[in-house]
T-cell receptor, first 112, second 112 residues
Framework: AQSVTQLDSHVSVSEGTPVLLRCNYS??????LFWYVQHPNKGLQLLLK??????LVKGINGFEAEFKKSETSFHLTKPSAHMSDAAEYFC??????????FGRGTSLIVHP | KAGVTQTPRYLIKTRGQQVTLSCSPI?????VSWYQQTPGQGLQFLFE???????NKGNFPGRFSGRQFSNSRSEMNVSTLELGDSALYLC???????????FGPGTRLTVL
């Protein structure tokens, strides 16, 4: 069975400061992991994907995530937040038949 | 390449009615998945179609059904609508396996 825990339901940062969104996972299957972003009233957009080629994965809009097997974590980071980063972020792990299991989401709030 | 499109974007129905939502995947994608997103339950998997066959199904009642056409376009139907069916319904497509998915903007269904 697979599960995803996003450790924070809300994260609040000031513009220009670093962003850290935390995700822990559990999976019996191949440890592919994803981060998606959802802006208000929009669908989900793929930010980045880990497929075991490299533990540090770079995504779009300056985001990156590091896969740490020993900690079963896949935290999302960005060095400097921008107002346009305000959105809901989902950590995702595929399970049986590749059907994804979504975390509950982390709402990122960016203050000017 | 055009993205995933969903129609209509907004729907208002009353209890007991039925509704059909449509999804056109990215050209060349043969897997189409449907999700229900609500504030209380988050993102929940409904079903996945591949080459006109339902390949996977989530834990939803039989009132929720779908189909896929030979051009990979998909529809989902909800019969005998209930107030609790109010949600954002998201469609996602992928080339073959539903791991790396591309989402449409969603259909916002309100049941009165």
């Amino acid at each position: 069975a697979q599960s995803v825990t996003q450790l924070d339901s809300h994260v609040s940062v000031s513009e220009g400061t670093p962003v850290l969104l935390r995700c822990n996972y559990s999976s019996s299957y191949s440890p592919s992991l994803f981060w998606y972003v959802q802006h208000p009233n929009k669908g989900l957009q793929l930010l980045l994907k880990y497929t075991s080629a490299a533990t540090l994965v770079k995504g779009i809009n300056g985001f990156e995530a590091e896969f740490k097997k020993s900690e079963t974590s896949f935290h999302l980071t960005k060095p400097s937040a921008h107002m346009s980063d305000a959105a809901e972020y989902f950590c995702v792990v595929p399970g049986g038949s590749y059907i994804p299991t979504f975390g509950r989401g982390t709402s990122l709030i960016v203050h000017p | 390449k055009a993205g995933v499109t969903q129609t209509p974007r907004y729907l208002i129905k009353t209890r007991g009615q039925q509704v059909t939502l449509s999804c056109s995947p990215i050209s060349g994608h043969r897997s189409v998945s449907w999700y229900q997103q609500t504030p209380g339950q988050g993102l929940q998997f409904l079903f996945e179609y591949f080459s006109e066959t339902q390949r996977n199904k989530g834990n939803f009642p039989g009132r929720f059904s779908g189909r896929q056409f030979s051009n990979s376009r998909s529809e989902m139907n909800v019969s005998t609508l209930e107030l609790g069916d109010s949600a954002l319904y998201l469609c996602a497509s992928s080339f073959s396996q539903p791991d790396t998915q591309y989402f449409g903007p969603g259909t916002r269904l309100t049941v009165l």
